[in-house]
């Protein structure tokens, strides 16, 4: 799920238009078998076992447009149908933050070829010049990620729906919780230690691609990176590892120091190509350590 593309791929907002494409997606269980079709066209076949739950996708998107409407007042809409996979996408009212563009989102992502969970986010879109980023927003009511169980789906559908009421407050308090980045002051150092040791001090491997990946976007960011850097500088940000390890110490004129909205944006826009769950994990992982 690319809600970037989603978002400038989008239609004006128009009920009528999405219900008259979801009423051609027909998805039937028989037996085992499970199939999808659009427009009387079959596009895809999958075996499923006992305990698989069927998602009624169709039914569950109109109601969600309807109860949902009301708290995001959508203006954009992006459905999409690949082979067993369902998408659809609303972009909502405008939010500044810190003299830039966002808008509420709903989104919701599922597959009857047993290829992705279902998937049902709110958030943020930030949206930059002909770039975007996405925002997750934090709360037990605003994702959902579960597999086509019988003995799960049902339950954590039914929480989000009765969660949505709580829909704009979740996001007026990730809204105001991002604002208040852009007078914090953290350096690139600080991140890096918290973001590859653990608490006891052992470097964790799979976390370095994660670091190094943070340093390329505060130099190459197409809207988010540093200016100014120094020689040194950029030498810490293109391999960080090598200041961090064999207990090398990070001088202060070779260290970066960066707003909170700065290291926030750039890391965010490390999972800009993600599901809108796995962005909202690392938006909850950034906040953190920017403290």
Avoid: W
Wanted: hydrophobic content about 40%.
């Amino acid at each position: 799920m690319n809600l970037v593309n989603n978002f400038n791929a989008a239609n004006p907002f128009d009920v009528k238009a999405i219900n008259e494409k979801l009423d051609q997606l027909e998805i039937t269980q028989k037996g085992l078998l499970v199939t999808t079709k659009y427009a009387g066209v079959t596009k895809a076949e999958k075996e499923v076992s006992e305990a698989y739950q069927l998602f009624d996708f169709n039914s569950f998107a109109k109601q969600m447009i309807a109860e949902a409407t009301p708290y995001i007042n959508p203006s954009k809409f992006n459905l999409k149908f690949f082979k067993g996979r369902q998408e659809l996408s609303l972009f909502g009212d405008q939010i500044e933050i810190n003299g830039e563009v966002h808008y509420k989102m709903l989104s919701i992502l599922n597959s009857s070829d047993k290829s992705r969970a279902l998937q049902i986010n709110m958030g943020l879109l930030r949206q930059v010049c002909s770039n975007g980023l996405v925002a997750g927003v934090a709360g037990e009511h605003t994702s959902v990620k579960t597999k086509h169980y019988k003995t799960t789906l049902p339950g954590q559908v039914e929480v989000f729906m009765n969660g949505i009421v709580n829909f704009n407050s979740a996001i007026d308090s990730q809204a105001a919780l991002i604002e208040t980045l852009a007078s914090k002051t953290i350096s690139f150092s600080e991140i890096a230690k918290q973001m590859v040791y653990d608490a006891e001090e052992k470097l964790v491997e799979n976390k370095i691609n994660r670091l190094k990946a943070f340093g390329t976007k505060l130099m190459k960011s197409s809207t988010d990176a540093l200016p100014n850097l120094t020689a040194e500088q950029i030498k810490l940000l293109s391999n960080p590892l090598a200041y961090l390890s064999n207990s090398k110490k990070i001088s202060k004129k070779a260290d970066v120091q960066m707003t909170g909205s700065q290291a926030f944006h750039a890391y965010t826009e490390i999972f800009r190509n993600r599901d809108t769950n796995a962005i909202r994990r690392e938006t909850d992982k950034i906040l953190t350590l920017i403290g």
